[in-house]
């Protein structure tokens, strides 16, 4: 097969299309990839740029909006470059990004999860048990909450949802409730404090002027990107999502995938747990707060799409950043803080409707226009 011939690939997943280079000729893969298929092909330079360019456009306006932002407020606000003030945004934020990293695996296949405020909950409990109770040292105590959030959410999540092939919002809705209902009995509805000077400083702390949430947050990200991109997981991860079906015919397991992200997502809230306990010194059984839609605004922002097999770590990265900046300018012009609320509401809208628009092919102006004539 020469080079420009294409090749349709049975599954018909979204970009399961492509080139064949001629012969001896390496080729590089674009986009997601399933096992036993065709992948995607272009060669050369141009071909590494294009490649480039194509999955910069996802997050594209998350970046530009995130850029604009930084010039007005680093313009007009004396502050907003302090380290004071850089230090309290990484922080305060670093939360959201543990569990956006968790929300966007569940939507690159598709899904969702809802419960990941309650799993907050829970890691912070976990740690009221094992430090305060159990005595056990704040290090082991952490790794074990960690880990008890990840079974929780492979097995309560995973499990219904891949397993059982119950609907993830109804499921994970059910997981909020339950988990939320069980933390509030447990702690009788108040805030219980967690003598650990270690979890404080790794909630407030910092090494030299960066903060270790923040260090935490870097570590997670490598984690996520190495788990998505350079694994056969990760790669199954973008199959499940783009095309279950094709995915299972190539030998992907689609319900064992499944629970293995709901674990994953798991994980990421219980340690976005341990660093919001460790922020208070605390287990609170709001930590969680309505974290799951903002983080889902911040992703989706980023360009990840509800439809699944869309979305990468560094356009979550940006859209995270926008809401975080956004909320400090919110705060040092001295506007209310409701007017986070809105403004992260307003973002989620407006990113369900571009992603909308974008996959029905809305957006395209080509033809759109009647008054143009065709070349």
């Not at 923040?214 to 999502?241: D, M, N, P, Q």
């Not at 989706?300 to 926008?322: F, I, N, P």
Request: charged content about 10%.
């Amino acid at each position: 097969m020469t080079e420009g011939t294409v090749r349709e690939t049975p599954g018909g997943l979204g970009d399961a299309r492509g080139f064949r280079p001629a012969g001896g000729e390496r080729a590089e893969p674009m986009g997601g990839f399933v096992p036993g298929q065709v992948a995607p092909f272009v060669t050369g330079r141009s071909g590494v740029a294009r490649r480039a360019g194509r999955g910069m456009r996802e997050y594209l306006g998350a970046l530009t909006t995130l850029l604009i932002l930084v010039v007005i407020l680093g313009s007009t606000e004396p502050g907003f470059f302090a380290v004071g003030n850089v230090q309290n945004v990484l922080e305060t934020n670093a939360p959201l990004f543990l569990v956006s990293i968790g929300i966007l695996f569940t939507l690159i296949s598709a899904g969702f999860d809802l419960s990941v405020g309650s799993m907050m909950a829970v890691s912070g409990w976990m740690l009221v048990i094992f430090i305060n109770d159990m005595h056990l040292s704040p290090l082991l105590a952490i790794v074990l909450a960690v880990l008890c959030c990840g079974a929780i959410g492979g097995v309560l999540n995973g499990i219904s949802i891949g397993v059982l092939k119950l609907n993830f919002f109804v499921t994970t809705l059910g997981a909020l409730i339950l988990l939320q209902g069980i933390i509030e009995v447990a702690s009788g509805g108040v805030t219980t404090p967690i003598s650990s000077s270690f979890l404080s400083t790794l909630g407030n702390g910092t090494v030299g002027t960066v903060p270790i949430s923040f260090l935490i947050c870097v570590g997670a990200l490598i984690v996520g990107w190495f788990v998505l991109r350079k694994t056969t997981f990760g790669r199954a991860v973008y199959s499940v999502g783009g095309n279950p079906e094709a995915a299972r015919l190539s030998g992907v397991s689609v319900s064992w995938t499944l629970v293995g992200v709901y674990a994953f997502s798991g994980l990421c809230s219980g340690l976005a747990g341990v660093v919001a306990a460790g922020r208070l010194s605390a287990a609170t059984p709001t930590a969680g707060g309505a974290i799951e839609l903002t983080s889902a605004a911040a992703v989706l922002l980023g360009g990840a799409s509800l439809a699944g097999g869309v979305g990468k770590l560094a356009g979550m990265t940006c859209g995270v950043l926008v809401l975080a900046v956004l909320a400090n300018g919110i705060n040092l012009l001295g506007l209310s803080a409701y007017w986070q609320d809105v403004v992260t509401g307003a973002v989620l809208l407006i990113a369900i409707v571009l992603d909308r628009a974008h996959k029905s092919g809305s957006l395209k102006l080509r033809g759109a226009l009647p008054w143009r004539r065709s070349s």
